[in-house]
Every structure is written in structure tokens, then in C-alpha cells.
């Protein structure tokens, strides 16, 4: 699962999500209201892409993530996503090795 502020930053983050070999099972805005309508049973993890604009809404979304029940891995917003294949395909690696090693067992939901 996703949560990402923008569109632009919600389809990178999936692009870059499947192409390390990963299903996406949501995305969404990031809203705490976003997240409440968000079931917990079909994800393994969320990715929860913050900066600092975050600030005043922090408190809500951190809410909504905790009611979720499921790991998170936070992504500095404010970080250039690559455009290259070359760029992407690194960070679709790394990317997924970071999710593939968060302590939940390592497995998708479509079961690689």
C-alpha cells in the first residue's frame, strides 16, 4: 500500500513498487481519511511518503497508519524519483529489498 501527497508521486512510487517485483495493493492519498478507508488485510506494509508540509495533518495520519495494524516504511517525500530506466530500475532494487527484509516474513501478497 501507498500513501503519497501527490498523483505524480503516487504512480512513481507504484511504477517503482512493481517494478522491483512487488504488488501494489493500494494507493491513495495522503489524507488520514484516505487511510481509514484502507483495509489492513490487503497489504503487507505501507510505504508512507512524508515531508515536511505534513506537519499539521502528522497527527491524524499517524493515527489512521497505527489503526492499520501493519509495518510502514517512510519515504522522504522531498527526495527526487528518478526518471531514467536506468535510475528507476536501482531504486525499484533497493526498494525492494528494503520491503522484501521489513520483518513481516518477506513475502507479497501474491505470494513471491
Do not use: Y
Not at 512493481?18 to 478507508?37: C, N, P, R, T
Not at 497505527?66 to 531504486?91: C, H, K, Q, W
Request: net charge negative.
Amino acid at each position: 500500500m501507498i500513501a503519497a501527497g501527490s498523483d505524480e508521486r503516487r504512480e512513481r512510487l507504484r511504477g517503482l513498487i512493481a517494478a522491483s517485483g512487488l504488488q501494489v495493493a493500494a494507493v491513495v492519498e495522503l489524507e488520514a481519511a484516505a487511510l481509514a478507508g484502507c483495509r489492513s488485510t490487503d497489504a503487507d506494509l505501507l510505504l508512507l511518503d512524508l515531508d515536511e508540509d505534513c506537519g499539521p495533518t502528522l497527527e491524524p495520519l499517524l493515527e489512521a497508519v497505527e489503526a492499520l495494524g501493519i509495518p510502514v516504511l517512510f519515504n522522504d517525500a522531498t527526495a527526487e524519483l528518478p526518471r531514467s530506466a536506468v535510475g528507476s530500475a536501482d531504486l525499484a532494487q533497493r526498494i525492494g529489498l528494503k520491503l522484501m527484509t521489513d520483518g513481516s516474513g518477506g513475502s507479497s501478497r501474491d505470494g513471491s
